[in-house]
Structure formats: structure tokens, C-alpha cells
């Protein structure tokens, strides 16, 4: 059974840096044609894909936050972490972490963490 359980603060205080973890248990970030992925969805608003880890030990983002994202990863702890920078009031949402897929499944998001929320203090 695929679990994945975000952990990191819930309170980030303006222009600092937000940073989360994922742990996976159940199965490899390493296993092939797998996508590890960090989404937020904002209050009334749409989920926002921030960004993936690629199970070859690439990494991808979404254009319009990948000035101030990070992610990474620690194979020996099947984690995968999310480092977002310079947060501002706009950032406040629930932020998930779910596998994702390549080729046919491209798109396809599961199973996905409980998610956390992540208030910012001005």
C-alpha cells in the first residue's frame, strides 16, 4: 500500500522560505517511469502543480513558481522535499504531495498525501 505523508511547518512568516517533506512508504521513489509531485490548492481555488521529482533523478516545475521553487530528494529515506522561497500573503494553501506518472498515465495524479496547511504571517 502507496502512503505518502507531507510533514514541515504550518506558519511561514513573510519572504522567508517555506520547506516541506514527503515520506513515502509502500513503495521507491526510484521506480521507473514514476513522478513525485508538490501541489497547493489555494482557498476556492483550482490545485496549482508546483513541481515533480523525477524518478531518473531529474526535476521539473511549473513556470510560474520555478524562480523561487526547489525540489529534491534523499533515496535512502524515499523522501522528496519542496523548498519554496520568498513566500508571500498570495501563498497561503494546502500543499500536497502525490505520485505522478509518465508515458500513457502522463497526468494521472495517486495516491496523494493527507496534504498540510500552510498559513504565512506578515
Known amino acids: 500500500q502507496v502512503q505518502l505523508q507531507e510533514s514541515g511547518p504550518g506558519l511561514v512568516k513573510s519572504s522567508q522560505t517555506l520547506s516541506l517533506t514527503c515520506t513515502v512508504s509502500g513503495d521507491s521513489i526510484t521506480t521507473t517511469n514514476s513522478y513525485w509531485s508538490w501541489i497547493r490548492q489555494p482557498p476556492g481555488k483550482a490545485p496549482e502543480w508546483i513541481g515533480a521529482?523525477?524518478?531518473?533523478?531529474?526535476?521539473y516545475y511549473n513556470p510560474s513558481l520555478q524562480s523561487r521553487t526547489s525540489i529534491s530528494r534523499d533515496t535512502s529515506k524515499n523522501q522528496f522535499s519542496l523548498q519554496l522561497s520568498a513566500v508571500t500573503p498570495g501563498d497561503p494553501a494546502i500543499y500536497y504531495c502525490a505520485r505522478s506518472y509518465g508515458g500513457d498515465l502522463l497526468g494521472l495524479f495517486g495516491p496523494w498525501g493527507q496534504g498540510t496547511q500552510v498559513t504565512v504571517s506578515s
Open positions: 521529482s523525477h524518478y531518473a533523478g531529474n526535476y
